[in-house]
C-alpha cells in the first residue's frame, strides 16, 4: 500500500509539472503537454479508488523540474521526465498481478514515453559535443595553469589576470577552431558551423569566468585555488549531468572520466609550477 501511495503522489506531481512545462513550449506541443497531464491525473483517481486516500503533490519536485527547465531548457527536463515515464512503467508491472486497474495506467505509460521522444528538440542535442570541448578544454588546460601560476607567483592578482588574458584568447581560439571543423564536415551532419562555434565559445569563456573569479575577489592565493578546484569539480558534474540525461550515459563513469582527466592534469600542473619557481628563483 505505501508503494501505491507513492505512485500516487507521484502522478499528481507529475500532474502539475507538465502542465508548468506547456507553458514553457509552442501551442503543438503545449497540447501534448496537457493532455499527458490529464492522464496523469487520471491515474492519480486509479490509485486514489484502490488507496482510499488523497494525496498531496511533492512541491520540491515542483520546483525542481522547474528550475531545471530554466537552467537547462525544456529539452532536458523532457527527457529527464521521460526517463521517470520509463521508471514507472517497470514500477506499475509489478503490481499487474494483484491489481489490474494499472493495465491501463502502465499503457498511457507508454504511450507518454513516446509522446515525449517525438517532442524532444534533437537539434539542441546536436551541439552538445561543440559544448563538451569548449567546457573540457578549458577545465583541462585553465585549472592546470591556474595551478601551476599559483605555485609558481603566489600573487592572485597576477595569477587572476594572467587566467582571464589566457582563457579569453584560447575561447575565441577554441570557437574559431570548432567553426573552422564543422565547415570542413559541413553536410556530413545537421550542426552548423557558426552556431557550433557559439556554443564552444560560450562555454569556454562561462568555465573561464568561473575557475578565475576567485582570484579577482580574493587575496589569499591557496584559498582561491581551492575555490577554483570547487568550482570546477561543479562545473563538471552539472554538466556530466545534462549529458548523462540527454545522451543516456553512465553519469558516474562520464563523471569519472571528466574529473579524473581535468584533475589529472592540474596535478601535474602543481608540481610544474613547484619546479619552475624553484629552477629559475622566481620571487614575486
Known sequence: MKEILDFQKNEITEYHVYRKLSKRTNKKNAEILLAIAEDE?????????????????????????????????????????????????????????????????????EKHEEELLNMLDEERLNYVSSMVLGLNDALVELTGALAGL????????????????????AAFSMAASEYLSQRAEEGSGESKPLKAAIYTGIAYIVTVAVLVAPYLILKNPFLSLVLTLTGAVLIVLLFTFFVSVVKEKDFAKYFLEMFLLSFGVAGFSFLVGILARKIFGIEI
Open 150 to 169: 599559483t605555485f609558481a607567483f603566489q600573487n592572485t592578482k597576477i595569477v587572476g589576470l594572467s587566467g582571464l588574458i589566457t582563457g579569453i584568447a
Open 41 to 109: 491525473k487520471s491515474h492519480y483517481e486509479k490509485l486514489k479508488n484502490i488507496t482510499g486516500k488523497d494525496v498531496k503533490p511533492s512541491y520540491i519536485r515542483m520546483f525542481w523540474y522547474s528550475l531545471l527547465s530554466v537552467l537547462f531548457g525544456l529539452t532536458f527536463t523532457l527527457k529527464l521526465m521521460e526517463n521517470n515515464e520509463k521508471k514507472a512503467e517497470r514500477a506499475y508491472e509489478r503490481l499487474e498481478k494483484e491489481y489490474p486497474e494499472v493495465v491501463h495506467i502502465l499503457k498511457d505509460e
